[in-house]
Nanobody, 124 residues
Protein backbone atom coordinates (compact mmCIF):
# COMPACT_ATOMS: atom_id res chain seq x y z
CA UNK A 1 0.00 0.00 0.00
CA UNK A 2 1.28 3.44 -0.95
CA UNK A 3 -0.16 6.75 0.18
CA UNK A 4 0.67 9.90 -1.74
CA UNK A 5 0.39 13.49 -0.59
CA UNK A 6 1.00 16.37 -2.99
CA UNK A 7 1.99 19.89 -2.02
CA UNK A 8 3.37 23.05 -3.57
CA UNK A 9 0.47 24.24 -5.67
CA UNK A 10 -0.70 27.82 -5.71
CA UNK A 11 -1.61 30.91 -7.69
CA UNK A 12 1.13 32.43 -9.82
CA UNK A 13 1.46 34.75 -12.79
CA UNK A 14 2.37 33.58 -16.26
CA UNK A 15 6.10 33.05 -16.60
CA UNK A 16 6.60 32.11 -12.96
CA UNK A 17 7.82 28.82 -11.53
CA UNK A 18 6.46 26.34 -9.02
CA UNK A 19 7.77 23.10 -7.61
CA UNK A 20 5.31 20.41 -6.70
CA UNK A 21 6.23 17.70 -4.24
CA UNK A 22 4.67 14.31 -3.68
CA UNK A 23 5.54 12.51 -0.48
CA UNK A 24 4.98 8.76 -0.47
CA UNK A 25 4.56 6.36 2.40
CA UNK A 26 5.90 2.85 2.30
CA UNK A 27 9.33 1.28 2.30
CA UNK A 28 9.38 0.28 -1.36
CA UNK A 29 9.09 3.72 -2.93
CA UNK A 30 12.14 3.12 -5.10
CA UNK A 31 10.34 0.21 -6.77
CA UNK A 32 7.53 2.39 -8.10
CA UNK A 33 7.45 4.40 -11.25
CA UNK A 34 5.98 7.81 -10.52
CA UNK A 35 3.85 10.04 -12.65
CA UNK A 36 2.28 13.47 -12.63
CA UNK A 37 -1.08 14.08 -14.26
CA UNK A 38 -3.32 17.11 -14.41
CA UNK A 39 -7.00 17.74 -14.82
CA UNK A 40 -8.54 21.04 -15.83
CA UNK A 41 -12.24 21.77 -15.17
CA UNK A 42 -14.45 19.88 -17.57
CA UNK A 43 -11.55 17.94 -19.07
CA UNK A 44 -10.17 14.46 -18.61
CA UNK A 45 -7.07 13.72 -16.62
CA UNK A 46 -3.97 14.03 -18.77
CA UNK A 47 -0.40 12.86 -18.53
CA UNK A 48 2.27 15.42 -17.65
CA UNK A 49 5.45 13.55 -16.76
CA UNK A 50 6.75 10.24 -15.44
CA UNK A 51 9.95 8.74 -14.11
CA UNK A 52 10.59 5.01 -14.40
CA UNK A 53 11.74 3.18 -11.31
CA UNK A 54 14.12 0.76 -13.02
CA UNK A 55 16.41 3.17 -14.84
CA UNK A 56 15.29 6.68 -13.92
CA UNK A 57 14.25 7.50 -17.46
CA UNK A 58 11.87 10.41 -17.70
CA UNK A 59 8.97 11.08 -20.05
CA UNK A 60 7.02 14.25 -20.76
CA UNK A 61 3.91 15.39 -22.52
CA UNK A 62 4.77 17.53 -25.53
CA UNK A 63 2.96 20.49 -23.98
CA UNK A 64 5.41 20.66 -21.05
CA UNK A 65 8.62 19.39 -22.60
CA UNK A 66 11.45 21.82 -21.98
CA UNK A 67 9.54 23.62 -19.21
CA UNK A 68 8.80 20.92 -16.63
CA UNK A 69 11.23 18.52 -14.96
CA UNK A 70 10.33 15.44 -12.95
CA UNK A 71 12.78 14.09 -10.41
CA UNK A 72 12.78 11.83 -7.39
CA UNK A 73 14.65 11.46 -4.12
CA UNK A 74 14.31 7.86 -3.00
CA UNK A 75 15.91 8.64 0.35
CA UNK A 76 13.09 11.08 1.06
CA UNK A 77 10.35 9.02 -0.63
CA UNK A 78 9.50 12.10 -2.66
CA UNK A 79 8.96 12.92 -6.30
CA UNK A 80 9.08 16.47 -7.60
CA UNK A 81 7.74 18.38 -10.56
CA UNK A 82 9.63 21.57 -11.28
CA UNK A 83 7.46 23.79 -13.45
CA UNK A 84 9.04 26.78 -15.18
CA UNK A 85 7.67 29.33 -17.63
CA UNK A 86 4.15 28.59 -16.52
CA UNK A 87 1.29 29.43 -18.84
CA UNK A 88 -2.41 29.99 -18.14
CA UNK A 89 -3.14 26.71 -19.94
CA UNK A 90 -1.16 24.89 -17.24
CA UNK A 91 -3.95 25.70 -14.79
CA UNK A 92 -5.31 22.44 -13.39
CA UNK A 93 -5.38 20.14 -10.42
CA UNK A 94 -2.12 18.21 -10.44
CA UNK A 95 -2.08 14.60 -9.26
CA UNK A 96 0.81 12.40 -8.29
CA UNK A 97 0.51 8.68 -9.04
CA UNK A 98 2.50 5.51 -8.45
CA UNK A 99 2.73 2.24 -10.34
CA UNK A 100 4.77 -0.89 -9.88
CA UNK A 101 4.96 -1.16 -13.65
CA UNK A 102 7.51 0.32 -16.02
CA UNK A 103 5.66 0.65 -19.30
CA UNK A 104 2.80 2.72 -20.68
CA UNK A 105 3.51 5.34 -18.03
CA UNK A 106 1.40 7.96 -19.80
CA UNK A 107 -1.79 5.96 -19.24
CA UNK A 108 -3.66 6.85 -16.04
CA UNK A 109 -5.25 3.41 -15.82
CA UNK A 110 -1.84 1.82 -15.31
CA UNK A 111 -1.30 3.54 -11.97
CA UNK A 112 -2.23 1.82 -8.74
CA UNK A 113 -2.14 4.73 -6.33
CA UNK A 114 -3.14 8.39 -6.52
CA UNK A 115 -2.77 11.46 -4.37
CA UNK A 116 -5.56 13.89 -3.59
CA UNK A 117 -4.27 16.57 -5.96
CA UNK A 118 -2.98 20.10 -5.61
CA UNK A 119 -4.37 23.14 -7.43
CA UNK A 120 -2.14 25.14 -9.74
CA UNK A 121 -3.57 28.37 -11.12
CA UNK A 122 -1.64 30.52 -13.58
CA UNK A 123 -2.98 33.99 -14.26
CA UNK A 124 -2.28 35.92 -17.45
Amino acid sequence: QVQLVESGGGLVQAGASLRLSCAASGRTFSSYSMGWFRQAPGKERRFVAAIRWSDGNTYYADSVKGRFTISRDNAKNTVYLQMNSLKPEDTAVYYCAATDGSTWLAVPGNYNYWGQGTQVTVSS
